[in-house]
Nanobody, 125 residues
Framework: QVQLVESGGGLVQAGGSLRLSCAAS????????MGWFRQAPGKEREFVAA????????TYAESVKGRFTISRDNLKNTVYLQMSSLKPDDTAVYYC??????????????????WGQGTQVTVSS
């Protein structure tokens, strides 16, 4: 049974930091590109960050570049999103996702096969 379970969300003041985690099971995590996406109320889901299977390649949305860092631990089957200098515009439900096609590395939600249930991040001004 495929599972992606996010944790680490919460309420933080602008300028603060949070670290999201996503624990994976039920599939070969170490062969998957992992991504983080977010969806704010009334808006479409948008790409945040992605990391390839080895962790050697990452990409970020322009809106978070320099503030967020994606990483992974293939021994723990976990992907992380370190978020710093948070802004109210970062408020959203954050989802992790897995692209099970080995070698894929995209920012498009439609290419990701497995999704977590999401974790709420709220940044107050």
């Amino acid at each position: 049974q495929v599972q992606l379970v996010e944790s680490g969300g919460g309420l933080v003041q602008a300028g603060g930091s949070l670290r999201l985690s996503c624990a994976a099971s039920g599939f070969t995590f170490s062969r998957c590109t992992m991504g983080w996406f977010r969806q704010a109320p009334g808006k479409e889901r948008e790409f945040v960050a992605a990391i390839n299977w080895s962790g050697g390649r990452t990409t970020y949305a322009e809106s978070v570049k320099g503030r967020f860092t994606i990483s992974r631990d293939n021994l723990k089957n976990t992907v992380y999103l370190q978020m710093s200098s948070l802004k109210p515009d970062d408020t959203a439900v954050y989802y992790c996702a897995a692209d099970a096609t080995f070698g894929d590395f995209t920012t498009f939600a439609r290419t990701y096969d497995y999704w977590g249930q999401g974790t709420q991040v709220t940044v107050s001004s």
